[in-house]
C-alpha cells in the first residue's frame, strides 16, 4: 500500500463542531468504488444507523471541504431506480425523497465505474431526470487505462448537459481535491437538462401532470408508467382519481405495446448509452492485466469451483483455528480476572455477581470479537477485491435448489465456526426473503461452541471402535455435522415454500476484474462491524447472563453453607497439605451443587423435569439445559456444578460422574440412546442469546428470533424423543 493511501484525520476533525451545509446523496452501481470514495472522503467521521422502519443500514459522513462541512449518505449499490431489493428501495426512495423522516438529498454524488461505463451510464441518465443537481465522480481510472480504455471527460459533459465530471482513483486519493470542489459548488450548480432518450415517455408523463397535484415531480409520473406494480404507480393512480389505474394502463399500451415496461426502458436507454460510448470511450490495443487474466481462469467452472472450496477452507481454518488462540486468552483473561475479584472481595453474593455475572457476562460477548474479526477481514477483503461476486455466481444453481441464491453460501460456511458472524453476513444477500430465509438456517450449523458438548459426550458413551477404516465416534460426529447442513437447508427450503414464499429474485450481478483491496476501506468497515455487535448484541448477551447467574446464585441457604463451614474446620483439624487441599475442594465442590439443587434454577430444573421425562433426562439435565441457554457450551460447567466435580470441571472426572449417574430406581441415567438424543437436542436446539440478539438486530424485531428458538427448540426435542424412544 502506497503513502497515499491512508489519509490521517487530525483528532480535533473527529467530533462533529458544526451543522453540515448540505446533504449530498452517494449513489453508484454495486462494485463501482462507491464505499471506498465514501470512506476516502469522510475518514473517521462516520456514523451508522437504520432507516425508518426497515434493517437496511444508513451510513452518513461528513466531508471536510475547507471550512465546510457536508454531509454525505452512502447508499446501497443499485442497478437503476426499479428496484428489486429491499436496499435498492431504500436507496431509490431516498434520492426520491420517498421516505418518511429522512429529507431528501441536496444534490447526488454518482459514482461510475470506468471499466463498465455502459452499466453506469444506465443509472446515471436516470438520475439526472430526478432533476437533482449531480457530480460525477469516475472512478476506477487507473484500471481502465491499464486495460486499454480511455474516456473523454469533456465529451462526457457535452452529451449528459454540462454535468461536471470527476475523473478519481479513490485507492489513492487521485483527483479527490478536485472532487472535493466540486461537492462544494454542488448546491449552487442549476438542475441538470437530463438527456432525451424517450419522446414519447416524456409526451406520456406530460399529459398525465395535468390531473396530477404539481409537486409530483415528473420523473415519478414516469416512473410509475414503468414499474406497473410499485407502490408509486399505486400512488400515481390515486391521483388520478376514480379509473386511474385504468387510464395508466391505456397510456402503457400506448408506449410499450405487448413488450413489459422494463425491456421498453432498458431498450431505449441503452441505445442512448451505446451512442454516447461511441463518442466518449476509446479502446486501444487490450492490456492483458494481472487482475483480467486471474478473472478469465476464475470464471472457468473447473478452475473457479476449486478455487472457491480453497478460499472457504482458508476461511473456515481461519475463523475455526486461528481464533482459537485469542479465544482461549480471552477465557483465560476473564477467568483470572474473575477470580482475582473473588479473592479481594468477601465471599458472598457481591463477588459472585461481579465474577460470574458482570465479568463472566461481558467476557462471553468479547469471546466472540476473534472470530467476527477474522471472518469480517476475509468477507469485506474478498468483496473488495472481486471475488466474492464469483463465489456467489459459482453458487448459485446449488443454492438455488433449497430456495436460496448463491450469496448465502459464504453466511453459512462461517457459520460452522459461529453463527453470529455468519448472520451478520448475511448483508451481502439483497433479497430479504432469501436473507431472512438464510438467517434462520445458519444457526443449525455445526458452531464451534458446540464441540465442547460434543466432545465430553461421544467419549464418555460412544464406543472408541473402528468401522471398516473409520473410527466410530468420527462417524458420529460427522453425521451431527451433516445433521446440521440438512436441517439447516431443508429449513430454508420449508420457509421459502410457506412463510417466505415469493417470486424467485432476479439474481443480477457483475462479476468486475479482480483488483488490490483498499486497506483503509477494509479496517473501517471491520471497524464498523465490531462496534455494531458489541452495541447490538452484547447488551442483550449480558443482560441474559446476568439473569440466568441470579437465577443459580438465590436463594442461598445460610444452614447449607454453616454445614459445610463445620465440614471444612472439621477437615482443618484432622488433615493436612494436599489431603487438606484436595477435602476443601471437595467440600466446596458439594457444597455449590447443593446451592445448585435449591436455587432458582434448582428448582426450575425440578418443575420442567416432567416435560423432559420422555427423553431420559432428570432435573440435574433439565437445569444444565435451561443454565446453558445463553451459551451451549455452558453445559459442560453446569454439569460438573450439580455432580459435585466443580464448575471448572475435569473432563475424565465428570466423564466419570455422568457414566455413574443412575436414575432414582437405579436404572443408568446416560444411557445411549438418551445420550444420542441429547446430542440431537444439542445439535438442533437454538441456546445462544448471541444469535438470538444478532438475528432480532438483523430482522429488525422478536418476530424471527421468537420463531427461530420456539422452531429449533421443537425440532430438537422431537428429534431427542425418537432417539430416547427408539433406542429404549
Known sequence: ??????????????????????????????????????????????????????????????????????????????????????????????????????????????????????????????????????????????????????????????????????????????????????????????????????????????????????????????????????????EVAGYLGEGGEAKLEIYRDRLFGSEPPLASEARKRYTWVRDVLAEVQHAAPVITTWGSRMAMFMNRPVPGTLGLFIVMAIVFQAVFAWATPLMDAINAGTGALGGFVQASLPDGALASFVADGVIAGVGSVIVFLPQILILFLFIIFLEDSGYLARAAYLMDRLMRSVGLSGQSIIPMISSFACAVPGIMATRVIPNRRDRVATILAAPFMTCSARLPVYALLIAAFVPAREVGFMNLQGIVLFGLYMLGIVAGLLTALLLRKTALHGPKPTFALMLPEFRRPNMQTVLMQLLGRVKIFLKRAGTVIFAVAVVIWALAYYPRSEEIASTYDDLRASAAQTLTGEELELAIAQLDNENAAVQLEQSLLGRAGKVVAPVFAPLGWDWKISAAVIASFPAREVVVAVLGTVYAVGDEADEATLTERLTSATHPDGSPLFTLPMVIGLLIFYACCLQCAATIAVIRRETGGWQWPLFAWLYMTGLGYVGALIAFQLGQ
Open 1 to 234: 500500500m502506497s503513502k497515499e493511501a491512508v489519509t490521517l484525520v487530525p483528532a480535533d476533525q473527529i467530533s462533529i463542531r458544526r451543522k453540515p451545509s448540505a446533504s449530498i446523496a452517494v449513489v453508484g452501481n454495486p462494485n463501482s468504488g462507491k464505499s471506498t470514495l465514501f470512506n476516502r472522503l469522510t475518514g473517521m467521521r462516520q456514523k451508522t444507523g437504520n432507516y425508518p422502519g426497515v434493517t437496511v443500514e444508513k451510513h452518513i459522513g461528513i466531508a471536510k471541504v475547507g471550512d465546510a462541512s457536508l454531509e454525505l449518505i452512502d447508499l446501497p449499490g443499485m442497478f437503476a431506480l426499479s428496484a428489486h431489493s429491499l436496499e435498492e428501495r431504500i436507496a431509490s426512495d431516498v434520492v426520491l425523497g420517498r421516505i418518511a423522516d429522512v429529507p431528501r438529498p441536496g444534490g447526488i454524488l454518482a459514482v461510475v465505474d470506468s471499466t463498465h461505463l455502459y452499466q453506469g451510464l444506465y443509472l446515471l441518465q436516470q438520475l439526472l431526470e430526478i432533476g437533482l443537481p449531480v457530480v460525477v465522480a469516475l472512478t476506477m481510472t487507473d484500471a481502465a487505462e491499464a486495460s486499454g480504455l480511455s474516456v473523454d471527460a469533456e465529451a462526457l459533459k457535452r452529451r449528459l448537459g454540462g454535468v461536471k465530471i470527476c475523473p478519481v482513483v479513490a485507492t489513492t486519493g487521485q483527483g479527490l481535491d478536485d472532487l472535493r470542489l466540486a461537492l462544494a459548488e454542488l448546491t449552487e450548480m442549476p438542475q441538470p437538462d437530463p438527456p432525451e432518450f424517450w419522446e414519447e415517455l416524456s409526451a406520456a408523463s406530460e399529459e398525465l401532470a395535468g390531473g396530477i397535484p404539481a409537486t409530483v415531480p415528473r420523473i415519478e409520473i414516469e416512473r410509475a408508467l414503468i414499474d406497473r406494480d410499485s407502490e408509486l404507480a399505486a
